[in-house]
């Protein structure tokens, strides 16, 4: 004992004595510190508005988070204290003495611990001071709990340290080298990494033992809070028993992991060799051989030669300095690619770029061709930090590299000038960066073959390789060579490069935007299949030479600065330096010319020619913009009833002109004398009206103007609008380029035009950021029956229906597309008209413009008046699902005619746009659909969710869920259309690929549906009272609707959906007064009237309430039965609560109709071989079920057709 | 060749003064620098190798201004640093076939000629592809004079060449020193007094970054010729007591008794025998009158 407490002593008094120790401490006091202090910083302030700063599950998520980080941590404390003895040497002095294993070992041991829990200790002290920050968000930090800090700490931060340490203390203790003990920190830190990409990338919705392996904690984090709502994430703690979502997931994890430790502590103890002789030996291996080779040589015959030289003529000249050029860089290469360390991170680039380049083909969750942007997104993401590490840490190494080894004094008298042997350094540095993305794009070539993707685009690999991602690590090699030129230690120099890197992103989240002076930074750019680099080329290629030429430029100062003798004060090497100036000016002087030149342009093109604005810049606008006008959102306008427009689109320069007029009528029952306008882009000129008018305000930017009328506009009465509209591109802006204009692949719609009055489109939505700019909580929407809202269309509050005439031309290699029916198509002045009309249909105020290079593919179905043109309008280079989205189209054509009502049109288009945006939408006959989902897609599975026949049919749906029935701007209304285009969706789906197919869909849209509603901002709504809460509308919305068909029938549902439709359709479209649009009443109204009464409940738990399922099954015994049929009783449970909009649960009393099911087959495969409904009444309940075959698997609600967050434990294995 | 050095001073960050107004003449032949530790050697050394700006002071080689011309002067270099090490994993041949380009030594016959003798010289034949980082010491050392060497220097630093060095490679490398400092400039510092004697021509002896004392090892000898007085004694006591009486140069231990040397103008006492001066007693006397200053 006293001699464990003196090697216990010995060492808290090394590390108390180490800075290191300390800066470990500041390292994670600044972490937590900057986590509550700022919204913008962690996970949690960046993420969710509600979840508490300070509260359980931030504390939790922070410290696993620091708990990943500090792995390097805990080796480097623990592994150190385990080799001391042996880098020293002092190990022949301790063993020879009578020293205990044990205190040995356990004082080294314990005193580490005892230091790293100190060190992360700073971790508490950080968030406890964060919450102090003055200018700290005070609604987001709640009141102090003991509980909250130290459960988490001691559970998660504590624990790790101790099995970690114990792992990394008898690793290095029982290999003794030194190199294992530096890399199995970053090893293990990087093969997480790894897991944790890899296992992500899968989408696989395990829980269980996902959450129970990790050893860092962040899976299972994830896991067990997955479906917590804000008020569990600022109560709970994660529970270390067996409640919860996750039952056990936490509990196991950590004993599992704690018994790691103490096995490794055991291994320890019983295997380190105590003894001198038995660590000492070094008698053999190849060290030795070598060793006794040398021994040799040295003793070898000494002939005594005449003590003379040879004549050499040494030359200086050109051909000189190019030779010592070479030779310096074959010494400097050499080293880089000698250095065991280098290749230990091309290996981890190597399976980074393998193991992402594996799942480019996977983006959310569904399996999409690799097509080379997302190959190279994918391996040059896992690649960027190996070539940004490689060029830190190679710019330090060379250019230390003489004063490392000692080699400076002969070095540096050597007869060459600084800029050769500089030169020498930072070429090799860009050979070996060459290299490393040669690697990446054979890695990335390689993995595309892999995965049977053939259209190799290696120009597109090499511009994006070598051209934006090279000067971009070569810059910061410079800048990297720069620091270490000037700081008098390595150390130094690479905690100032890493500073320099990290404060980057944090200046940017605090709108510190500006390219030209964060340093190497590029302007947001995204490539596009169909676009290329399109227009983002000027501003990269400006913003990569203006910073590479910064750096040249600072790579001439470090040349300067070069060192050479030992002179190390600042002042003896700017005395230098100054001296070597005149040399180096005319580089330095150019490079500045250039990024003088290049910056300049770059400012006069994102500074002068465009406004910049900051993201805080554009929020403040739309702030006050709200402040300033949001007083006139329910002043009477007049609606628009028509609009015919001309447009000229101008895809090379970006640009559109146009000219156009919108009738405008006064459906108001009183007169209107002031016509309101937005105009939020600024693209509206020449405004005039067909009777006297004048301009009484406007404001700035023209973002409002107000026209007052000599003659007020009488109820009933109309006056045409009429207007110029152009955008017209300018140059280029900092990072915001707006998605809409491209070379190929133009696509803005209606919002580009005058909008009529207030438009609450504009306002924030995030409460963070309201905050932020002192507005208060975003309006709610008005309560059904509301007399103004009920008026108002919910998608285009400025009109009800309108008639639409459109001319559109582009140029001639692109075709122009409106929706509406083309008239007439000409070419003219070298343009490529189209003129498109509706007809007599009534549409939407709802329109859209696209032109680009497209090919396209016909095909045609059957409807009311003749056959429908179906249409895929698609970049030639993404044919794959085209055949499917005309299949799509064609059933769903076929389907939803049959039940709902006829199509309103004669064809139906899809309409391919560049990946700057990800969605489709809905125009009349009219979906732009987006290259970055559906045309890529590609089922590798049939068990895969078929992505692409989803969004079409989906999208197809809103023809009539949205451009034939339409609710009022009132609560509930936008289920009306999302949540029936879900389920049209889901219905086509089902009659595609039959009802077992379905439950993968439902267990991924209740997925999202359950991370939706934990990641609310503001609070929940039931389903018919749904306000802008997506993950309602979408997933939980579309699951309420197909269990309610599934349980009741779907001809039920879909008879309920007819009647719906036909009576409320195309409200409004008639006459100049406003009647109320329908709304979530008059359709649940309708379901009610063909739901049969005992299953009432479902419309009351799905649409007016928030009901959370807990289905179990306990247990399932089969006996086999003398005929040879087998008998299951299945023992099952099954709770039932009610969640406030907060996430507040009370129970329910259960009266609930639930399936029981028996299946044959392995899970995830099985076959029904009995499906029915059993009503519950009681928590507990046993059932009986007689089947034919041997069954394997049983349970209660099988296929979640219910919302049940524990969605794994509802079948079981079938015992005998 | 000749090095004319003026003025020379030189005082580091840390308030050290290393060198102090220090002056010297090398003409084409071995200089011998002696002095102990600290006294401003590798300073100046230093300050010749173009590696150190002096404070004050000037350099001229042959009327070129060293401190001003840096580079020309580093063509005509072979230096010798006090302390070095080696980059790892690099054998003695390619990193001195490295050192020859640099040197200028781009042709490459002549270069694979020179790198060989040289490698012959300093015995390191055998050994030429292994790492030097596994060489011994004394390899090492060697390794260190034979990149002194490359490309025929005319101006040569070797700052403590035979530390560490057994006596037949001693031997072996003051001859081939002696045989090059026929034609060159080498100004070799150590604190071992019969590598000057054996070798230089001419000697300085610097302390506190001065020259004590410049001039050929022969005179400075002629100077105490029968001035050198030794004696033994048995105990401590008896040598303290000398000490504090008579101007003591050095004394031994041989064979468990002191062996006093003392610098006398007549016989110092009884059991006093003359003694040939030495230049040991020349560096010695000379430290002592220094200290005494």
């Known amino acids: ?130 919450t102090f920050a003055p200018w700290a968000d005070r609604t987001r930090i709640g009141p102090n709990h003991l509980a909250f800090y130290l459960q988490p700490f001691l559970t998660i931060t504590v624990v790790q340290i101790f099995y970690l340490g114990a792992l990394f203390f008898a690793v290095a203790a029982l290999t003794r080298r030194i190199v294992v003990v530096y890399v199995q920190g970053v090893a293990l830190f990087m093969a997480y990494l790894v897991g944790l990409t890899a296992f992500s990338a899968t989408r696989s919705l395990e829980h269980f033992w996902s959450g129970i392996l990790d050893p860092v904690g962040l899976l299972m984090v994830d896991r067990v809070t997955r479906y917590w709502t804000v008020v569990e994430r600022n109560a709970r703690l994660l529970p270390l028993d067996l409640s919860g979502y996750s039952p056990g997931v936490f509990l196991y994890n950590r004993l599992l992991w704690l018994a790691v430790g103490v096995l490794a502590l055991v291994v320890v103890v019983v295997r380190f060799p105590f003894s001198v002789e038995a660590l000492a030996a070094r008698t053999q291996g190849r060290r030795a051989a070598r060793q006794r080779e040398l021994d040799a040589a040295e003793g070898a015959s000494r002939r005594d030669r005449p003590a003379t030289l040879p004549e050499v003529h040494p030359v200086y000249g050109a051909a000189t300095t190019l030779a010592q050029y070479r030779s310096l860089t074959r010494l400097r290469l050499r080293t880089i690619l000698r250095d065991v360390p280098f290749w230990a991170l091309v290996g981890l680039l190597v399976v980074f770029a393998i193991n992402n380049g594996h799942f480019a083909g996977r983006v959310g969750g569904v399996n999409v061709w690799p097509v080379t942007y997302l190959m190279l997104s994918a391996v040059e993401g896992a690649a960027m930090l190996f070539f940004l590490i490689v060029a830190a840490l190679y710019a330090a190494e060379l250019l230390w590299r003489e004063r490392d080894v000692r080699f400076d004094g002969i070095h540096d008298a050597l007869p060459m000038p600084e800029w050769v042997d500089w030169s020498a350094r930072f070429t090799a540095i860009v050979l070996v960066e060459a290299m490393l993305l040669a690697i990446t794009l054979l890695v990335g070539v390689f993995m595309q073959a892999l995965d049977g993707f053939h259209r190799f685009e290696i120009a597109h690999y090499l511009k994006e390789l070598y051209l934006v991602a090279f000067p971009q690590v070569i810059g910061f090699a410079l800048f990297a060579m720069f620091v270490q030129s000037l700081v008098s230690n390595k150390f130094v120099g690479h905690a100032i490069v890493i500073g320099v890197f990290v404060l980057q992103s944090v200046l940017f989240n605090f709108g510190w935007e500006n390219t030209l002076y964060l340093p190497g930074a590029v302007p947001a750019f995204t490539y596009s299949d169909m676009n290329g680099y399109g227009h983002f080329v000027p501003a990269l290629a400006g913003a990569l030479v203006y910073w590479t030429a910064v750096f040249a430029f600072l790579g001439i100062v470090s040349i300067a600065y070069a060192r050479r003798g030992p002179e190390e004060s600042l002042a003896a090497r700017t005395r230098a330096a100054l001296a070597r100036a005149p040399r180096l000016a005319p580089a330095a002087g150019a490079c500045l010319a250039v990024a003088a030149g290049v910056g300049g342009w770059y400012y006069y093109n994102a500074h002068v020619l465009n406004e910049y604005l900051t993201a805080n810049d554009r929020r403040r606008i739309a702030a006050d913009y709200e402040r300033a006008f949001k007083r006139y959102e329910n002043l009477p306008q007049p609606k628009i009833t028509a609009v015919d427009v001309s447009v000229d689109l101008d895809p090379p320069h970006r640009s559109f002109h146009g000219s156009g007029s919108f009738t405008l009528v006064n459906k108001a029952d009183a007169p209107i004398a002031e016509i309101h306008l937005t105009d939020a882009h600024q693209t509206v000129s020449n405004v005039r009206f067909d009777r006297p008018a004048r301009l009484v305000s406007r404001a700035a930017r023209d973002i409002y103007s107000i026209y007052r009328l000599d003659t007020p506009l009488a109820p009933g009465e109309s006056v045409r609008l009429r207007f110029d509209v152009a955008h017209v591109t300018r140059g280029f802006t900092d990072g915001q380029e707006p998605a809409e204009f491209a070379g190929n692949g133009t696509f803005f719609d209606m919002e580009w035009f005058p909008v009529i009055g207030y438009d609450a489109n504009l306002e924030i939505d995030d409460p963070r950021r309201r905050r932020e700019q002192g507005l208060g909580d975003l309006e709610d929407m008005a309560p059904r029956g509301d007399a103004v809202h009920s008026r108002i269309n919910l998608f285009t509050t400025q009109s ?405 967050r524990i969605a794994d434990d509802n079948v079981v294995d079938v015992t005998e | 060749m000749a090095l004319v050095i003026k003025g020379l001073s030189k005082t580091y960050p840390n308030g050290v003064r290393a060198l102090d107004d220090l002056s010297l003449t090398v003409g084409n032949h071995l200089f011998g620098l002696l002095g102990p530790n600290g006294a401003g050697k590798s300073s100046l050394m230093r300050t010749i190798a173009t590696l150190q700006d002096p404070d004050a002071g000037s350099i001229e080689l042959d009327g070129l201004d060293v401190l001003a011309n840096k580079n020309e002067v580093r063509k005509l270099l072979g230096y010798l640093p006090q302390e070095f090490g080696v980059y790892p994993k690099i054998s003695a ?31 390191l034949w055998e050994a030429r592809k292994k790492a030097l980082a596994t060489y011994s010491g004394g390899m090492r050392q060697r390794f260190g004079i034979a990149q002194a060497l490359l490309a025929n220097p005319k101006l040569i630093i070797v700052d403590e060449p035979t530390a560490g060095l057994d006596p037949a490679e001693r031997n072996r490398f003051l001859n081939l020193l002696a045989a090059i400092g026929r034609r060159v400039t080498v100004i070799l510092s150590t604190h071992i007094v019969d590598d000057v004697r054996e070798l230089c021509p001419r000697m300085a002896i610097i302390a506190s970054g001065r020259v004590l004392l410049e001039g050929a090892p022969a005179d400075a000898l002629a100077a105490l010729e029968g001035r050198i007085w030794s004696r033994v004694v048995a105990s401590d006591a008896e040598l303290e007591a000398l000490k504090a009486e008579l101007d003591v140069v050095s004394s031994h231990l041989v064979g468990g008794e002191h062996e006093v040397r003392v610098f006398a103008q007549g016989s110092p006492g009884a059991g006093f025998a003359p003694a040939p001066a030495g230049l040991e007693d020349v560096y010695f006397l000379e430290l002592a009158r220094h200290g005494r200053r």
Request: proline residues 5%; negative net charge; hydrophobic residues 40%.
């Open chain 1, 1 to 130: 004992m006293p001699q464990f407490l003196e090697f216990l002593r010995f060492e808290l008094k090394l590390r108390a004595k180490s800075p290191s120790t300390y800066v470990y401490f500041l390292m994670w006091f600044a972490f937590s510190f900057f986590c509550v202090a700022s919204e913008s910083f962690g996970p949690v302030g960046n993420s969710n508005g509600k979840v508490l700063l300070n509260g359980p599950y931030a504390n939790t998520l922070n410290f696993t988070l620091a708990g990943l980080f500090g792995v390097i941590v805990v080796a480097a404390i623990f592994g150190t204290s385990a080799l001391r003895d042996f880098q020293r040497d002092t190990f022949q002095i301790v063993f020879t003495k009578p020293v205990g294993r044990l205190a040995y070992l356990g004082g080294r041991w314990t005193g580490s611990f005892i230091t790293t829990v100190f060190a992360f200790s700073g971790l508490l002290a950080g968030t406890w001071l964060g």
């Open chain 1, 800 to 1204: 009800d229906w309108i008639s639409y005439h459109t001319v559109v031309s582009t140029t001639t290699d692109q075709i122009p597309v409106a929706p509406g029916y083309p008239l007439r198509d000409w070419t003219a002045n070298g343009r490529h008209y189209v003129e498109y009309g509706m007809g007599p249909t009534p549409i939407l105020d709802f329109f859209a413009y696209l032109s680009a290079r497209y090919a396209v593919k016909r095909a045609t179905a059957d409807g009311p008046e003749g056959p429908i043109s179906l249409e895929v309008y698609y970049d030639p280079a993404h044919p794959y699902n085209v055949d499917e989205m005309l299949e799509a189209s064609r059933d769903g054509l076929a389907y939803f005619q049959s039940v709902y009502s006829p199509y309103q049109f004669r064809q139906y288009r899809i309409l391919e746009f560049p990946r700057y945006r990800t969605f489709a939408q809905s125009f009349p006959n009219t979906v732009p659909f987006s290259e970055g989902i559906g045309f890529i897609t590609r089922l590798k599975d049939p068990k895969d969710v078929d992505l692409t026949y989803f969004v079409t049919a989906h999208e197809l749906a809103h023809q009539w869920w949205a451009h034939q029935l339409v609710g009022g701007e009132v609560e509930g209304s936008n289920m009306m259309s999302e949540t029936l285009a879900q389920y049209s969706a889901y219905e086509l789906m089902q009659r595609k690929h039959g009802k077992d197919y379905m439950r993968r869909v439902l267990r991924h849209f209740l997925d999202r549906y359950l991370r939706g509603r934990a990641g609310e901002v503001r609070r929940e709504r039931p389903l018919a009272l749904v306000q802008r809460e997506a993950y309602v509308w979408y997933e939980k919305g579309g699951q309420i609707m197909y269990t309610l068909a599934d349980t009741i029938g779907v001809d039920r549902v879909n008879a309920a959906l007819h009647d719906f439709l036909m009576q409320y359709r195309y409200a409004n479209a008639q006459g100049t007064t406003e009647q109320p649009y329908p709304d979530t009443r008059q359709l649940e109204a309708a379901l009610r009237a063909h739901t049969p009464p005992e299953y009432q409940y479902l419309i009351d738990d799905g649409f007016d309430r928030i009901v959370l399922y807990d289905n179990k099954a306990l247990s399932a015994v089969a006996k086999r039965r003398a005929d040879g049929k087998y008998v299951v009783t299945l023992e099952v449970q099954a709770r039932k609560v009610q969640a406030d909009g907060n996430g507040n649960e009370r129970p329910m009393p259960l009266d609930d109709v639930i399936e029981i099911g028996v299946f044959k087959g392995a899970g995830d495969e099985e076959v029904p071989l009995d499906l029915h409904r059993e009503r519950m009444t009681a928590e507990h309940a046993t059932y009986t079920v007689v089947v034919d075959e041997k069954p394997t698997r049983a349970g209660i609600d099988p296929y979640n057709k219910l919302i049940d």
């Open chain 2, 93 to 123: 041949l390619d990193l001195l076939d490295h050192l020859a380009v640099l040197k200028g030594v781009t042709a490459r016959g002549e270069r694979k000629e020179m790198v060989e003798a040289l490698l012959h010289q300093t015995n």
